[in-house]
């Protein structure tokens, strides 16, 4: 299993971006796992943002982005999406996806490349 982040890019302060993120090829997540992103900024450790059920939309989110970020997912549970509001200068971090079966915050079994948001002034 394979999981893509798109959906990144450079975004004044104050405004949105929405992140992809899809799974695909051989094998599959169990319906049981949770779908999560994760980000991780220059020189720091990796902080996770929000994850969400594949067999239900029960989600959870980090503090730091709560009320700012929605994430979301198909009916499938293989793309899951994190629409981010009221961008700040610190949400600048690669974002990627993973599957996990630990709730609310997995240990990543699957994770993806991650893709780029870049917040400025």
């Known amino acids: 299993v394979q999981l893509q982040a798109s959906g990144g890019g450079l975004v004044q302060a104050g405004g949105s971006l929405r992140l992809s993120c899809a799974a695909s090829?051989?094998?599959?997540?169990?319906?049981?796992?949770?779908m999560s992103w994760f980000r991780q900024a220059p020189g720091k450790e990796r902080e996770f943002v929000a994850t969400?059920?594949?067999?239900?939309?029960?989600?959870y989110y980090a503090d730091s982005v709560k009320g700012r970020f929605t994430i979301s997912r198909d009916s499938t549970g293989n793309t899951v999406y994190l629409q981010m509001n009221s961008l700040k200068l610190e949400d600048t971090a690669v974002y990627y996806c993973?599957?996990?079966?630990?709730?609310?915050?997995?240990?990543?079994?699957?994770r993806g490349q991650g893709t780029l948001v870049t917040v400025s002034s």
């Open positions: 993973a599957a996990g079966s630990e709730w609310p915050i997995p240990t990543p079994r699957y």
């Open positions: 090829g051989p094998g599959r997540i169990y319906s049981s796992y949770v």
């Open positions: 969400i059920r594949r067999n239900s939309y029960s989600t």
